[in-house]
């Protein structure tokens, strides 16, 4: 009797570790699956909204409330814009200076300041290294003839390489702006020519470009003395599911508006024929 009783009593215990088992592995699948779904609803929503629906009219994603989080780039009341992701060397960047229409065509508000800093560079960084990154800038008007002109500035805190690239030397230090801190910042009254900021001028764009810094990305940010126009949208989508696990998903991605491409810069540009 003793002997089954022993045997019963593993037996019962195998059993359960089974059979516990196998609810454990049931419910880790399930997660897994209510996890998956919470992703591609999150992803839908986002997609929504970068082909540009609104919050509002998000479309139904079964049994999962959907979350979004809107945060402006730039716009009425903000003078400085940090772009959202890191930049390599060579990556030309745009912030525009004219405010969009809704359709995304460019508007008639301009901005209205008589300078503009920049900020880029790690907090890490060596500036008497080869992969120091300098700073090139291209300020894009229409001067009161209605011709569209261009003028550039460029920066490096490099002293070794000032003298064969001509660019204007500046140092570095810690310089916070909005959450990050940079370690250079140059604007136009330091350039060596005097200030070459168009005022007066209808401002369209200025393209920035990160120069030497062939190691990785580096954060790059601008500031004004006035409001800058809207650069774009950053969209946050969370999807909580509504069983019983609660499982939620979230993603993110950052919008800015479509600017022309890098060949833009290297074109030559004519209101005439060409051959005058």
Same mark, same amino acid.
């Given at each position: 009797m003793?002997?089954?009783l022993?045997?019963? @009593? ?12 196998s609810?454990?592995?049931? !419910?880790? *699948?399930? &997660?897994?699956?209510?996890?998956? !779904?919470?992703?591609? @609803? ?6 929504? /909204? ?9 479309p139904?994603?079964g049994?999962?409330? #959907? ?12 003078? *400085? ?6 930049i390599?060397?060579?990556?030309i960047?745009t ?10 065509? /460019?508007?008639? &508000?301009?901005?209205s300041?008589?300078?503009?800093t ?21 300020? #894009?008007?229409?001067?009161? @003839? ?13 002293n070794? !390489?000032?003298a ?5 030397? #500046? ?11 940079? @370690? ?8 060596? &020519? ?25 954060? /790059? ?6 409001? /800058? ?5 950053c969209?946050?989508?969370? +999807? ?8 939620? *998903? ?6 800015l508006?479509? +600017?022309p491409?890098? #060949? ?10 060409? *051959?005058?």
């Amino acid at each position: 009797m003793l002997i089954i009783l022993l045997i019963m @009593a593993v037996g019962l215990t195998i059993g359960l570790a089974v059979v516990s088992r196998s609810v454990t592995d049931i !419910r880790i *699948s399930q &997660e897994q699956e209510e996890s998956s !779904r919470a992703f591609s @609803a999150a992803e839908a929503g986002l997609e929504h /909204l970068l082909a540009g629906g609104s919050p509002g009219d998000l479309p139904s994603f079964g049994d999962f409330n #959907i979350g979004v989080d809107t945060r402006s780039l730039g716009g009425e009341g903000k003078t *400085s814009f940090v772009f959202p992701k890191e930049i390599k060397a060579g990556n030309i960047q745009t912030v525009w200076l004219v405010d969009h229409t809704e359709g995304g065509d /460019l508007g008639s &508000e301009f901005y209205s300041g008589n300078n503009l800093t920049f900020y880029w560079g790690n907090e890490n960084v060596d500036d008497g290294s080869d992969i120091c990154p300098a700073l090139e800038v291209v300020i #894009i008007y229409k001067d009161g @003839a209605g011709k569209f002109q261009s003028r550039r500035v460029a920066f490096d805190p490099n002293n070794g !390489r000032v003298a064969s690239n001509d660019f204007t030397l #500046i140092s570095k230090a810690s310089y916070p702006l909005e959450d990050k801190t940079f @370690a250079f910042k140059a604007d136009f009254t330091d350039n060596e &020519e005097g200030t070459l900021f168009p005022t007066g001028e209808e401002l369209y764009a200025i393209r920035i470009k990160l120069l030497y810094n062939v190691d990785g990305a580096h954060i /790059l940010g601008v500031q004004g003395n006035a409001d /800058l126009p809207l650069q774009g949208h950053c969209y946050q989508v969370t +999807a909580i599911s509504q069983a019983e696990t609660g499982i939620s *998903s979230k993603v993110e991605q950052c919008q800015l508006y479509k +600017a022309p491409p890098a #060949i833009f810069d290297y074109v030559l540009f004519s209101e005439e024929n060409l *051959s005058k």
